[in-house]
């Protein structure tokens, strides 16, 4: 048995229809939807968290990693690119 039980990680697919075609029997008129299950979802973000206040408590990100960090966006290292760039 791996991190998780199996189930938490098979998800139920629901087809939900495109907007305007709820009337339709054509499958492509419908988009689907996967649904894991809440404990699997719960437990993940949960270990996220914590590894992400792990890595800022012990200063193990890098001032200029932007992928993964909250506050920071593509923009901001394109910023950074131009300046950097610039000088």
Not at 1 to 19: D, R
Not at 37 to 63: A, P, S
Request: glycine share 4%; no cysteine; charged share 25%.
């Amino acid at each position: 048995m791996g991190a998780s039980p199996k189930n938490w990680k098979i998800s139920k697919i629901v087809p939900i229809a495109k907007p305007g075609r709820e009337v339709s029997l054509d499958p492509s008129k419908y988009r689907p939807i996967s649904l894991l299950n809440i404990g699997g979802t719960v437990l993940e973000k949960l270990l996220i968290k914590r590894i992400m206040h792990y890595l800022y408590k012990n200063d193990f990100l890098k001032e200029n990693q932007y992928r993964f960090t909250p506050q920071k966006s593509t923009m901001d290292a394109s910023m950074v690119a131009k300046q950097y760039i610039e000088h």
